[in-house]
Nanobody, 127 residues
Framework: QVQLVESGGGSVQAGGSLRLSCAGSGRTFSMYNMGWFRQAPGKEREFVAAIKYSGSQTYYGDSVKGRFTISRDNAKNTVYLQMNSLKPEDTAVYLC????????????????????WGQGTQVTVSS
């Protein structure tokens, strides 16, 4: 079983930056692709970014491309999301998750591709 804990959320003005962290437990962390999703009140969960288990490949949702960067440090069992040029529409609870599949060659963009989820961290961007 994998446990995930997000941190780094907070309140920031538009144009600002935040760095989210997702710390995972378990020796198999490095065998799974990881994803970040976000969910705003009344909206569906939205794909933000994903990274391959090796860190060699990343993929981003259209709304964050060019502004957010996902990375991972397998030695620390941690995935990061660097968020720059934040906009009010980025306001949401941000959640990290592990892929269902071990060492998958595909980066999932659907919430159904992921199995273990963290509790989320709130990001609020004011105009």
């Amino acid at each position: 079983q994998v446990q995930l804990v997000e941190s780094g959320g907070g309140s920031v003005q538009a144009g600002g930056s935040l760095r989210l962290s997702c710390a995972g437990s378990g020796r198999t962390f490095s065998m799974y692709n990881m994803g970040w999703f976000r969910q705003a009140p009344g909206k569906e969960r939205e794909f933000v970014a994903a990274i391959k288990y090796s860190g060699s490949q990343t993929y981003y949702g259209d709304s964050v491309k060019g502004r957010f960067t996902i990375s991972r440090d397998n030695a620390k069992n941690t995935v990061y999301l660097q968020m720059n040029s934040l906009k009010p529409e980025d306001t949401a609870v941000y959640l990290c998750a592990t892929d269902r599949r071990v060492m998958s060659g595909e980066l999932g963009q659907s919430a159904y591709d992921y199995y273990y989820w963290g509790q989320g961290t709130q990001v609020t961007v004011s105009s």
